[in-house]
């Protein structure tokens, strides 16, 4: 009998990257001025599964781009898989609120698969739910794994 979750990832393709970045609207020094402040990354390789955070500013403890990886367990896994699924991220497009924002920063997702989809955005939007969903679970994988690495801008 094939599971919900295998017909789910076909019909995602194969999804092989998971992940939200933010960076606050404040000015702030970067280590690599091409990355966001923080990011959170679940991949699949192979048959593993892993979490990455990445911090691109000075903080205590952190004086150079840092990142520290734990592994995923199959289930935290398909929970993003899921949340991409439910909340079509593959195929999401930002709506930005009317009016006008000030020191908002950036946000974005990333899913990479046979189609791909990475929107970033400057501004709070009408349709947000769907990548603020996917943001607080990859955050609170985060904080539940790794523990060198804390997140300051990203909250679960």
């Not at 000030?102 to 946000?107: L, R, S």
């Not at 607080?136 to 804390?150: E, H, P, V």
């Amino acid at each position: 009998m094939i599971s919900l979750l295998l017909l789910l990832g076909a019909a995602l393709g194969d999804i092989t990257e998971i992940a939200a970045q933010r960076t606050p609207g404040k000015p702030l020094p970067f280590f690599e001025p091409d990355r966001p402040a923080e990011e959170v990354l679940a991949k699949k390789d192979g048959d593993k599964y892993l979490l990455s955070v990445r911090i691109n500013v000075r903080r205590p403890s952190v004086e150079k781009f840092s990142e520290e990886t734990a592994e995923l367990t199959r289930k935290e896994w398909d929970s993003l898989v899921d949340i991409v699924s439910r909340e079509k991220l593959l195929d999401w497009k930002p709506d930005p609120k009317d009016g006008l924002v000030f020191d908002w920063g950036t946000a974005g997702f990333r899913v990479k698969a046979d189609k791909d989809n990475a929107p970033t955005w400057t501004t709070p939007l009408k349709n947000g739910d769907g990548p603020e969903l996917l943001s607080k679970r990859l955050a609170s994988l985060a904080r539940q794994k790794i523990s060198g690495l804390k997140l300051i801008y990203m909250s679960p």
